[in-house]
């Protein structure tokens, strides 16, 4: 930490690299004796100063570093703290605030792969090696340039739901050309099938009609339903999008009855949504340049298995968006819910139906899939539909059997102590121990029995008559495979789109200039959906607000008067067009080299594991900087 050993500067003869250690408030300093690595980079031929601090990516920590390259005390700097995924920018921004090339940096990891895995002077001797490692890479480090290239003041937003519309407005806002492609002939996505908004009751319609109202009306927004993307191809800045946009499929049940000439563009059809333009009567090819993508490919909900709680066993047991719809159309006034003419007297509404399942007792998906996630929302719409029913239908008693009530964000938790004084009845059950439906023929008329252990009541076991079963189904993302592998983008275990970090990047893709926006990420209500579709459209307008983008120039660099055109590089490529081979002239004879195209690499390293003549390495990241490393890994500790 910040003591008076920092003022004691360790220089070895023409040593001019800076070892910075952070203790990171006790995540490293409780495993790994810090100063022990500091003294022993101490003696590191080539380093010349060697400082710890309690938190080297705060302002005291950062002022370090800059102090000893303003000086010319150092002119490489090598940190050594947690994972360089959170605070590489850190210090590459306080680099170049000191003055100096920012790729002269290199980043040694030793919370996540040391203290968080390793103990005593095990932790300690691996930080040693680690640390020693990333000087001896140092050592080679040069400056570099970042590459430059042009960037497209256009946008594509990928999904017509909430978040895409969103998205969409808001580029649009700044003045930015935005092109909207959505799959289904609606705009609207999941939202449209909602009836009202929960905890506020305001109806779902309005919000859509005026989102996609101001959308359709604005001349820096071209709409594409009936779309998909089937091609994709170029970098960050300069994408290209191969769009097909075809008829719908005739026997889909939204357009069975759709007469175009009898709809009116903006005009929204309950529980489908809005219509914007008429029905494409044959399939339309054409590409879309643009600079930035946004994916807000949306949601489904949850389709319960053959049998789950009885669900397409018993005809009484349906899902809550086929209740939320019903109760919609029903104009009766009685005081019981009636469906299918049949007076609810008595419903169980059950919880957790697709989400946070457990293998053995739930069933998985015909791809072995489970959701072990919470679906966040499942709780407050169930609780805001109990309610409406209370209130509307005093009649109709209403059992809540749940796991754990989870009402979160502001006017949630008011549902459930709404609900309570609507006199609805909860039954709490073990995730173990589900609740059972059986078939029941008994003289007071009602159909099902629903069997539940209550933990409320010690376990006491209850059976509920009811007329009706209602499962309150979760959230899974929509399959969008093919998207995936075009766009090569991280998947979780949870089948979401993976951003690329949770509080640091929440709205970006690993892939550089594509964004996420809505639930396509991760379970979330409307208000969490517009408020990540707004930070997408923020970090869009900045990404392209300069005209032009700069990438990383850790990039693969071709040795011409090495290189003899095999194109075993080109094979092993990993993203195509990063590397072609070309024809040239050299000393008065055309011969076929390799030729890197600087902002489609990936600086992944492939082409060089193939190279025979060793005619390619990695900017930053070059062989003999490898071998260095190993070596240093590799030595007695004495030596290192």
């Not at 605070?87 to 290199?106: C, D, K, L, M, V």
């Not at 209370?390 to 502001?410: A, M």
């Not at 439906?437 to 099902?448: A, E, H, Q, T, V």
């Not at 071709?558 to 024809?583: F, I, Q, T, W």
């Amino acid at each position: 930490m910040t003591d008076e050993k920092n003022d004691k500067e360790t220089t070895t003869e023409n040593g001019k690299i800076g070892v910075y250690i952070c203790y990171c408030g006790g995540n490293i300093s409780d495993h790994v004796d810090v100063e022990k690595v500091r003294e022993s980079m101490e003696k590191i031929p080539g380093v010349g100063v060697a400082r710890t601090d309690m938190f080297m990516c705060s302002d005291p920590g950062q002022e370090l570093i800059m102090k000893d390259l303003k000086s010319g005390t150092v002119d490489r700097v090598v940190v050594a703290s947690c994972a360089p995924s959170l605070h590489e920018t850190t210090f590459r921004s306080a680099i170049s605030r000191a003055g100096a090339n920012p790729y002269i940096y290199e980043h040694a990891n030793i919370r996540e792969q040391v203290s968080w895995v390793h103990h005593g002077n095990q932790a300690t001797d691996k930080a040693i090696r680690l640390v020693a490692a990333a000087t001896a890479k140092a050592e080679g480090l040069k400056p570099l340039e970042p590459i430059r290239t042009e960037a497209r003041q256009h946008v594509t937003v990928i999904g017509g739901g909430i978040a895409g519309l969103r998205t969409a407005k808001d580029l649009a806002d700044c003045g930015v050309e935005v092109a909207l492609i959505e799959k289904s002939p609606f705009l609207g996505g999941q939202l449209a099938q909602l009836e009202r908004l929960a905890p506020t009751g305001d109806p779902a319609a309005d919000l859509i009609t005026a989102l996609t109202g101001q959308v359709l009306g604005d001349p820096r927004i071209t709409v594409h339903t009936c779309s998909l993307v089937e091609t994709f191809d170029g970098y960050v800045g300069n994408f290209s999008l191969g769009v097909k946009k075809q008829p719908p499929d005739t026997d889909h049940e939204k357009l069975a009855s759709l007469n175009p000439s009898d709809r009116t563009p903006g005009e929204f059809i309950p529980f489908t949504g809005v219509f914007p333009e008429s029905v494409p009567a044959r399939a339309e090819e054409f590409i879309i340049e643009t600079g930035v993508v946004v994916m807000a490919t949306g949601f489904k909900s949850y389709t319960p298995r053959r049998g789950e709680y009885g669900y397409a066993e018993f005809r009484e047991v349906i899902t809550l968006p086929e209740l939320i719809r019903i109760m919609a159309e029903n104009k009766s006034t009685d005081k019981f819910l009636e469906i299918n003419g049949r007076r609810i007297r008595s419903m169980s509404m059950i919880h957790c139906v697709g989400s946070r399942q457990i293998p053995g007792i739930h069933p998985e998906d015909e791809s072995g899939n489970l959701n072990e996630y919470c679906s966040r929302t499942c709780c407050s719409a169930t609780l805001s539909v109990a309610n409406t029913i209370r209130q509307t239908y005093p009649g109709t008693r209403v059992f809540e059997l749940y796991r754990d009530i989870r009402t979160y964000g502001r006017g949630q938790e008011e549902l459930y102590e709404q609900a309570s004084k609507n006199k609805v009845i909860f039954l709490r059950f073990e995730a173990a121990e589900p609740p059972e439906m059986n078939r029941y023929d008994g003289s007071d008329g009602f159909p099902l029995r629903v069997k539940v252990k209550d933990t409320l009541t010690f376990g006491e076991e209850v059976e509920v008559p009811v007329d009706l079963v209602v499962l309150a189904t979760g959230i899974e993302p929509n399959n969008v495979s093919e998207l995936v592998d075009m766009m090569k983008l991280p998947v979780g275990p949870d089948r979401f789109l993976l951003e690329v970090h949770p509080k640091l990047r929440p709205v970006e893709l690993p892939v550089g200039g594509i964004m996420l926006a809505g639930t396509c990420q991760a379970p979330m209500d409307v208000g969490e959906a517009c408020s990540a579709a707004a930070a997408a459209a923020v970090k869009a307008t900045a990404l392209l607000g300069r005209g032009y983008v700069e990438l990383d120039p850790f990039v693969a660099e071709v040795d011409l008067e090495k290189c003899r055109g095999s194109g075993a590089c080109v094979e092993a490529c990993l993203n195509d067009g990063a590397l072609n081979l070309v024809v040239m002239e050299v000393d008065g004879e055309k011969v076929q080299k390799a030729q890197v195209t600087s902002a489609l690499c990936l600086g992944c390293g492939a082409c060089v594991a193939v190279c025979s003549e060793n005619a390619i390495d990695i900017n930053g990241w070059t062989l003999k900087q490898y071998e260095a490393m190993v070596d240093m890994i590799v030595a007695d500790e004495e030596t290192a």
